[in-house]
């Protein structure tokens, strides 16, 4: 993603219960005190782990309502890498439960076209927890070391950030 684009993104994540966060919380806290990378160090208010339904430059309609019940099960998978090079972002596969990709369709449905990464298309998806960004390569036996078991909570709540206010907004279900 280019900066200009980072700086216009809007996207509609899914809020984790409060034992789920916490739990990936102390994941990102125990790479951080292995002097790892880790989204512990982002100290932001809106900093918090999520999964991320919807991400574009195009905006995404505010206020949004999504015809979808919450809270929907949630399952924390094995470790996930995505990128290339000598630096990747390490993140907890999200399992696409039928309940998930029915919410899905339906923020994306709500959110209406758009410019959508192509690993979030309806039929796409990938969906995930970030743990770290910018993790080398060298560094991975010592993070998927600290990567607990898989993990059963619940997606409760739908917020809307947008980049370029750095603000969040509560999405009515």
């Known amino acids: 993603m280019d900066g200009e684009r980072a700086k216009a993104i809007t996207s509609v994540e899914l809020l984790l219960d409060p034992a789920t966060e916490a739990a990936v919380r102390a994941e990102w806290e125990a790479l951080a005190a292995a002097g790892l990378s880790s989204l512990a160090g982002h ?5 918090r782990p999520h ?18 019940p919450l809270p929907v099960p949630v399952e924390l998978g094995a470790p996930l890498l995505f990128g290339d090079g000598d630096r990747r972002v390490l993140a907890r596969a999200v399992v696409p439960s039928r309940a998930l990709l029915e919410l899905h369709a339906a923020v994306a449905r709500a959110a209406g076209p758009g410019d959508d990464l192509p690993h979030q298309l309806p039929d796409r998806w990938m969906p995930h927890v970030t743990l770290a ?3 080398r390569v060298v560094d991975l036996p010592a993070a998927l070391a600290l990567v607990g078991p898989r993990i059963e ?6 917020r809307r950030w947008d980049a370029s206010t750095g603000t969040v907004a509560h999405v009515a279900p």
């Open 153 to 158: 909570g619940e997606g409760v709540a739908l």
């Open 133 to 135: 960004r910018r993790l």
């Open 51 to 68: 999964v991320t339904l919807v991400t574009r430059s195009t905006g995404v309609p505010h206020p949004l309502v999504v015809d979808a």
């Open 43 to 47: 100290e932001a208010p809106s900093n």
